[in-house]
């Protein structure tokens, strides 16, 4: 029974984020799909909730639908033309870009059905959050320390590009 | 476990999709976004499945999250710029370094 309740989960939030990713690619309105970007956030942190992944689920919420798609809203603000609907909002490469991207979903289908999969089964640590931030302060210190330099030469560049000349 | 890979799998592909046919700017970092995403369910669910012993995938996925945010930072930085020399973001005008 928990088995089929967690299968019908895991399919209400595929279908919400396929069907909300296509409309993110697709909508004319770039304001409509910056709103559906946020819907399929949301439900890739269902998704990690569905996988026992709690913090990662956290951090999905806070960075990207609290931090990055704001950002985003805002810098359609600064830039579009909402009002004008006329403006394509996509080139003459419709059909190679389906082509293409077919191509791919079924390679990489096709290559996930005939690969033996090595499962184990066995439960992840307990405690989430905590085994993270052991490993983060033991084993992976190093790419911790990295990662907030480059948060900090991201935030430096931005400042010094979106700066007006000579001010 | 092959659902959730095969979840990843469209999600890329629709991401793909936006990329190669979007004119404007933020639509292709929108669909970046979406790529990003598709591979850090890919990171998680071989972190539940393949190796449970310790969470390597999680943190993988979290630094994969902490450098989309640097660099969708930068990109609309940039997109910003774009906007206030050429007035408009689609990708077919700004053929400045195009040789």
């Known amino acids: ?167 | 476990m092959l659902q959730y890979l095969a979840l990843a799998s469209i999600l890329f592909a629709i991401g793909i999709f936006g990329v190669l046919t979007r004119r404007n700017t933020i639509g292709i970092l929108m669909s970046l976004e979406l790529m990003f995403n598709a591979v850090n369910i890919n990171l998680v669910t071989f972190n539940k499945y393949i190796g449970p012993d310790n969470l390597t995938g999680q943190i993988f996925a979290t630094f994969v999250i902490v450098v989309a945010a640097a660099e969708a930072v930068v990109g609309l930085a940039i997109v910003l710029l774009l906007y206030r020399n050429w007035r408009g973001i689609e990708v077919d005008r700004i053929n400045l370094m195009k040789w």
């Open chain 1, 1 to 167: 029974m928990e088995v089929e309740v967690s299968q019908l989960v895991f399919y209400l939030l595929s279908f919400v984020i396929i069907i909300s990713a296509i409309y993110v690619v697709t909508l004319r309105n770039i304001f409509h799909s910056a709103l559906f970007l946020i819907l399929t956030l949301f439900a890739v942190a269902g998704i990690y909730i569905m996988l026992n992944a709690e913090f990662l689920a956290a951090v999905q919420v806070l960075i990207y639908v609290g931090a990055i798609s704001i950002l985003i809203i805002f810098a359609i603000m600064l830039t579009s033309q909402l009002a004008n609907k006329q403006i394509r909002q996509s080139n003459e490469q419709v059909m190679i870009g389906i082509f293409i991207c077919s191509g791919f979903l079924l390679a990489s289908l096709g290559s996930i059905a005939n690969t033996v999969w090595r499962i184990v089964e066995k439960p992840l640590p307990e405690n989430n959050t905590l085994t993270m931030g052991k490993l983060l302060m033991n084993e992976f210190v190093l790419p911790f320390e990295i990662v907030s330099i480059v948060l900090l030469a991201a935030l430096i560049g931005a400042v010094v590009l979106a700066r007006k000349e000579g001010a």
